[in-house]
């Protein structure tokens, strides 16, 4: 069984992807480049009122789903330190 790259969903192994939703998810999710000055302008000097405003204009000027960009928003605002990954474990 193989696992698919969007939802880890278990497929078989002859395809790629369990759906054409999961594929087109998957495709745009990589395609999205988010400037680190932009994550600075929304994370320093934006309330959080704000950076919703401003995701959802970088979203609709890129033609890009809200909901995979504010994932990947917040993927790279932990990779840069702006957020606490809210899975990270606490190793005392």
């Known amino acids: ?7 880890k969903k278990k497929i078989a192994m002859s395809k790629a992807f369990c759906s054409r939703n ?23 000097f934006c309330t959080d009122k704000e950076r919703e405003e401003e995701i959802e204009k970088f979203a609709s000027m890129h033609k890009w789903r809200l909901d995979l960009l504010k994932n990947k928003i917040e993927e790279e ?5 702006y957020i606490e990954d809210p899975y990270k474990r606490d190793e005392n």
Request: net charge positive.
């Open 77 to 81: 605002a932990i990779k840069y330190g």
């Open 22 to 44: 999961c594929k087109d998810n998957y495709f745009q999710l990589i395609a999205i480049q988010i400037p680190k000055l932009f994550l600075k302008r929304i994370f320093i």
């Open 1 to 7: 069984m193989s696992h698919c790259p969007f939802c």
